[in-house]
């Protein structure tokens, strides 16, 4: 079964002004595969201007995060609700970062997922595990770790809305991708554990690959049976790489 092809760019705290106008400039002008979504997902107070500004209808626009709650007194905190009024269409949620200096616990991110569902957004759920888990043999552990409470809190079928995201914590800007091999073996054990709740399910949900994302390395990674695509960070910074990724999905 064809799942959707998804390239998303995850800008992190980087970025200006600058980069939005040459994001939607170069991306404005590209055609991409009918089939393929990709997402830029900057810093919010550059949200607006680059949903206003893109023009091509493969381009969506995420966000990095939002709050649990609805509105109200959350100083510094940004709403669904919100998003959905500068019609934003996806969210990042439970990246690595956030989970080790934000406190973004596995069921805090359970109700951020659940929150960004019943308002109309999709998240983009983060998973990973570190190097040491890794080296110890629990990498599956911490995926299904990660995994169960958001399957407890919004119940299989919701993913159906969801696109995961596997980003090995050791990957993440350290240069080091994971080898082909490597993800797409692990890209397999999630989608076999999300099958274990639903077969039919597991085969719709895209999964895209994370960490250290390249337009060298991502072809062989895109070509894998499990892989559906990447979420890109230092090399979304950059409008002629990052398009050269989204072409090779
Ligand atoms: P990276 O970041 O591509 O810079 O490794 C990916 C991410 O953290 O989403």
């Known amino acids: 079964m064809s799942r959707q092809k998804i390239v998303a760019a995850n800008w992190k705290m980087n970025g200006n002004r600058e980069l939005v106008e040459q994001m939607y400039h170069g991306l ?24 206003a ?12 995060n939002i709050s649990e ?17 500068l019609q934003v269409q996806y969210v990042i949620l439970g990246h690595s970062e956030r989970r080790a200096m934000f406190h973004d616990s596995t069921e805090l991110v359970a109700e951020k997922v659940a929150y960004a569902l019943a308002s109309g957004l999709t ?23 990660e995994l169960a409470p958001v399957i407890a809190k919004v ?34 054990f999630i989608r076999s554990y999300l099958a274990s709740f639903d077969a039919d399910v597991a085969q719709q949900v ?18 894998q049976a499990d892989i559906d695509g990447g979420l890109i960070g230092g090399a ?10 989204c072409l090779a999905v």
């Open 123 to 145: 998240p983009i759920l983060c998973i990973g595990e570190t190097l040491e888990e890794r080296e110890e043999g629990q990498t599956e552990s911490r995926l299904s770790y």
């Open 28 to 51: 404005n002008q590209e055609s991409f595969n009918a089939e393929q979504q990709v997402i830029i997902c900057p810093p919010a107070p550059y949200l607006a201007s680059l949903q």
């Open 206 to 223: 895209p999964l895209l690959y994370g960490g250290s994302v390249n337009a060298k390395n991502c072809e062989e990674l895109f070509a």
């Open 236 to 245: 979304s910074l950059n409008v002629e790489e990052f398009k050269k990724i």
């Open 69 to 85: 709650n609805e509105k109200g007194a959350y100083t510094g905190e940004i709403s669904a609700l919100m998003l959905k009024d």
């Open 155 to 188: 119940g299989i079928e919701s993913f159906k809305n969801v696109v995961v995201a596997y980003e090995p914590v050791w990957a993440i800007g350290t240069g080091k991708t994971a080898s082909a091999e490597i993800a797409q073996q692990t890209h397999k």
């Open 53 to 64: 500004n893109i023009s091509n209808n493969q381009v969506a626009i995420g966000a990095q």
